[in-house]
């Protein structure tokens, strides 16, 4: 089975700091995405990927920025972190232009105090 | 571009009951469906999908879907519930084409099935 992993569960960062959220892939995707999933709102991709660096904005980049050098790790970057941006962030890739669906990870839950 | 809805937010249920969460999705092209489960503080599984072929689709868990084009519908079912079903359950949906905004999944806001003893 495929597996994605981010590698914190659980985070918590002063306002103003920067912040990376990391994600690895161990099957050879090509395409990774970036989701927050707030309470009401479902849901919303960040940025996407398609192939090593390349990136495309989703639906909310604002105060968003990634990086993917190598095919299996696709890392988001909150420049300078908001209390807004507190959210559960899911990291997710798929093969195949995602024809056969997503493979998430678990998530991390990030607090900005 | 495609949109999803999940027609109920929440939907409370007994034990060994059965239930049907709802899920309509607007498309011009033809589509890939999806249904997945989220269980608290965890990522998203895939539990069924609809590529092609038979409109009935059977999942993980006991789950099942229908795919009714006429009506737009993908609807989850399940004929009788354990208290370990309760979690949140997304719909989404892929355009039928390939590049760009195709890559992407449509997800909808999530139905939170609660079983009860």
């Known amino acids: 089975d495929v597996k994605v992993t981010q590698s914190s569960r659980y985070l918590v960062k002063r306002t103003g700091e920067k912040v990376f959220l990391e994600c690895v892939q161990d099957?050879?995707?090509?395409?990774m995405f970036w989701y927050r999933q707030d309470p009401g709102l479902g849901l919303r991709l960040i940025y996407f990927s398609y192939d090593v660096k390349m990136k495309e904005k989703g639906d909310i980049p604002e105060g968003y920025s990634v990086s993917r050098e190598k095919k299996e790790r696709f890392s988001l970057i909150l420049e300078s972190a908001s209390t807004n941006q507190t959210s559960m962030y899911l990291c997710?890739?798929?093969?195949?232009?995602?024809?056969?669906?997503?493979?998430f990870g678990s998530g991390t839950r990030l607090t900005v105090v | 571009a495609q949109s999803v809805t999940q027609l109920d937010s929440q939907v409370p249920v007994f034990e060994e009951a059965p239930v049907e969460l709802r899920c309509n999705y607007s498309?011009?092209?033809?589509?890939?469906l999806f249904w997945y489960v989220q269980y608290p503080n965890q990522g998203l599984q895939l539990l069924l999908k609809?590529?092609?072929?038979?409109?009935l689709v059977k999942g993980i868990n006991g789950f099942e879907a229908e795919f009714n084009k006429s009506q737009t519908s993908f609807h989850l079912r399940k004929p009788s519930v354990h208290i370990s079903d309760t979690a949140e359950y997304f719909c989404a949906v892929r355009g039928g084409g390939s590049g760009g905004s195709n890559y992407k999944l449509t997800f909808g806001k999530g139905t939170l099935l609660t079983v009860n003893p």
């Open positions: 609809y590529l092609s072929g038979s409109t």
């Open positions: 498309s011009s092209v033809s589509v890939y």
């Open positions: 997710a890739s798929s093969l195949l232009q995602g024809v056969y669906g997503y493979t």
């Open positions: 099957m050879d995707h090509e395409n």
